[in-house]
């Protein structure tokens, strides 16, 4: 349409300047003709042929030589102005003939001139009016917005026509198969840049799925959480061990954080590491201790996401705890024998104990120094434990261990009034004969210690499938319910007013646990307030040799 109109208004700038241009020059000679007429007709007849003439289109005017009109056609000549100084009069006067033209003060109206000077001096001079090219133009305006509303009709027409046989093919393109489409040669460039970039993006797409895989593989199998985040905290990312954790769904991803924990204090770590850069907490779920680092993701200078990492410390934390009262327990334990002691012996260097008391206070002396000596025994043996010192395994019969356990325990055991039965058959296991020992001794030794007047222990090794088994059972005291989960932890005692006065040190338990653990064997208590405990001990029975060697 643009173009249609250019050429229209081009046309038509063109059309109408050759043909004002043709009739202007058609014009200037028919005047020319018409004055040679007159001025023969003039110089034979005189004024008389001026006063017939009778045109309004022409007009005829007579000037003496010296400028004065002498007559003038469609004038008063007695009221015009000398005409001497008129540029055709002068070329006239000067050259015989003379030419000029003039506009209205309007520009609308143009008046041509032609002068020829006659015989006698005088210049007859003819002018016509005619309108400039402004005119004819404005005279043609109607035809010219016809032709015009006209060819933008058209061009509307054949644009649309022309755009949708164009856009068609393009429209109908399978962009997923760029070379497999039937269309006009100019987009052949066109399709091949598409199937270069189509190669392009798929193999980026491969890598990225690979990568993509590779990090899920990585991150579903990792136990810590790991929770990514963009810039406005939605989640892009989160883990199984995370989902686990915050007791979430799949579908929490692309859902902000919040929907997932609302702990003021993770928010606010989450904040701290968008601001700072890192932050650090600690918290506790369903009895566990997490803790959680926040690292802000950064990209060409602005802050991207972050990176959520939850570490499980449960155990890192307990065994801490444990370290320091471990650490507290030993200095007290230590430090009851030994003041003991030293109260004992400054009495005695002091002189301040009787003759026949001396006997009694190096008793006692003695006493608490074997508490030292046993107490120091079983923290080696707890030491030796926890460091994994390897210690070589044999083939072990737990019945045999049992019975010399028993045998060492029996007069122990009847001092106290109590009975310890073995029963059983033999079973053999791969383990340390010494741990062993030390396991059976310390269950059968507590069950004499927190045993009632007159009860019994029992010592069992069976078999259960393939396993090897050690039951020990008395008819105690018991175990509350709310200690259960504690005795084998270094120092914890129930009663602890009863274990001062049986001699324990508290490690008993502590040290089976650590040995079990170290056997790869399993524990399993059962107890009642007083209905007395069953501790059960199971290790994976030895296979025999001869059907080893088969």
Sequence with gaps: MVVAGSVLLASLVIIMGCLYRYFSDVQGKQLEDELSLAAIAVEKNGQKYLEEIQSSYYRLTWVAENGDVIYDTQSDEQQMENHGDREEIRQALQSAEGKSSRYSTTLLEKTLYCARRLEDGSVLR????????????????????????????????????ISRHIMEPLNSLDLEKPLENDTYDELAPLLNRINKQHRQIDMQLAELQRKNDEFAQITRGMTEGLVLLNENNIILNINPAALKLFHAKASCVTKDFLTVERSHAVS????????????????????????????????????????????DITEAAFAERNRREFTANVSHELKTPLQSIMGSAELMENGLVKAEDMARFVGHIRTEAGRLVTLIDDIIRLSRLDEGCDMPFENVDLYEVAADVTAGLAGTAAAKNIEIILTGETVKVKGVQRLLTEIVFNLCDNAIKYNKDGGTVEVSIGRQETKAVITVKDSGIGIPPEHQTRIFERFYRVDKSRSKESGGTGLGLSIVKHAVQYLNGKIDLQSRPGEGTTIQVSFQEAIDDAVQSF
Excluded at 147 to 159: M, Q, R, Y
Excluded at 268 to 295: C, D, P, T, W
């Design 126 to 161: 003819i002018s016509v009016s005619s309108v400039t090219v402004w005119v004819l133009v404005w005279g043609m305006t109607q035809p010219i917005l016809i032709v015009l509303v006209v060819t933008l009709i058209l061009s509307g027409v054949l644009a649309s026509r």
């Design 268 to 311: 606010h770590a989450i904040q701290e590491a968008f601001s700072g850069g890192h932050s650090e907490i600690r918290m506790e779920r369903e009895g566990k201790e997490y803790q959680l680092h926040v690292n802000r993701i950064e990209s060409n200078g602005s802050v991207i996401g972050a990176v959520v990492l939850i570490f």
